[in-house]
């Protein structure tokens, strides 16, 4: 599974909600999804610690724009927060807690 670079490559760039299925990728990646079976995850708390951290990142990101006044970056966040607890659960934490 290849991830698609940005120029600059930071984090921050990625906290987007266009970005949001990459991030996804790279958390399967992580969690060492089988290719063979993409139900099977070899790492599943990889997944779940990803989902925390990026938490913690993106409310990083809405800090800072909301004390810079960055209304577009502050847009950004909270645009991606949403995607985040709508689609988290539908892609990620079905396979988690499918894992035996």
Same mark, same amino acid.
């Given at each position: 599974?290849?991830? #698609?670079?940005?120029?600059?490559?930071?984090?921050?760039?990625?906290?987007?909600?266009?970005?949001?299925?990459?991030?996804?990728?790279?958390?399967?990646?992580?969690?060492?999804?089988?290719?063979?079976?993409?139900?099977?995850?070899?790492?599943?708390?990889?997944?779940? #610690?990803?989902?925390?951290?990026?938490? $913690?990142?993106?409310?990083?990101?809405?800090?800072?724009?909301?004390?810079?006044?960055?209304?577009?970056?502050?847009?950004?966040?909270?645009?991606?927060? #949403?995607?985040?607890? &709508?689609?988290?659960?539908?892609?990620?934490? $079905? &396979?988690?807690?499918?894992?035996?």
């Amino acid at each position: 599974m290849k991830l #698609k670079k940005l120029a600059s490559g930071t984090l921050e760039e990625y906290l987007q909600p266009q970005y949001f299925d990459l991030v996804i990728k790279a958390t399967l990646m992580c969690a060492k999804q089988d290719e063979a079976d993409e139900e099977e995850l070899a790492c599943p708390s990889n997944a779940i #610690k990803l989902k925390y951290d990026m938490r $913690r990142q993106v409310s990083a990101k809405l800090g800072l724009a909301i004390r810079g006044g960055d209304e577009v970056k502050r847009r950004e966040a909270k645009d991606f927060m #949403k995607v985040m607890d &709508i689609d988290w659960s539908t892609q990620l934490a $079905r &396979i988690i807690l499918e894992q035996p």
